[in-house]
């Protein structure tokens, strides 16, 4: 019985296959989805305000959450709701004077995925901005942008959309 070996041509080959098909079949398995991360159709905006728990809804994990705000289609535009809620975060931030905060900018599912980074920091930039307007050092506050990747919504409708057009504020030090 005759052992291949590496060095000739047909067992690099083989090994070669062998190792791509593993990292086929490795990538394959991490590119599901988990089940848990799907959201009853029932759900509204409310269920999603947690202000205080330890997280928003799908963003980053924190020390706690203020509230978020929402943007008009295609836009990085302040809503005068949007405002009155930086106006209450601001008094939240300014009142704890350690505290430091991560704004997260979000987007719905429609556009690529490079125009929805790049609006999802247009939104984040906004927020922080206004923040700053109302007297909260900009050194306390951090941005990032996950365009469509953490939907607060799941569904492909304009009341997810609605709500998946939104900056997060996730606490990271108090």
């Known amino acids: 019985m005759k052992i291949m070996s590496l060095e000739s041509e047909s067992g690099f080959k ?17 590119a599901t989805k988990d089940a848990t991360s799907t959201r009853p159709s029932d759900v509204t905006e409310s269920d999603y305000i947690r202000e205080g728990s330890g997280a928003s809804a799908t963003g ?48 719905d599912e429609r556009g690529s995925n490079e125009y929805n980074i790049a609006l999802g920091e247009r939104r984040a930039r906004a927020a922080i901005s206004y923040l700053a307007d109302l007297g909260v050092p900009r050194n306390r506050m951090e941005m990032k942008s996950w365009g469509e990747e953490k939907p607060l919504d799941p569904r492909s409708s304009e009341e997810a959309w609605r709500l998946n057009r939104r900056a997060e504020f996730v606490i990271l030090q108090r």
């Open 14 to 30: 083989l090994l070669y296959s062998f190792l791509c098909m593993s990292i086929a079949v490795l990538l394959a398995g991490c």
């Open 60 to 107: 980053g994990i924190g020390l706690g959450t203020l509230e978020r705000v929402h943007f008009p289609f295609d836009s990085s535009n302040l809503t005068e709701e949007s405002r009155n809620r930086l106006q209450n975060n601001a008094r939240t931030i300014l009142g704890n004077p350690r505290m430091r905060v991560l704004v997260e900018g979000h987007c």
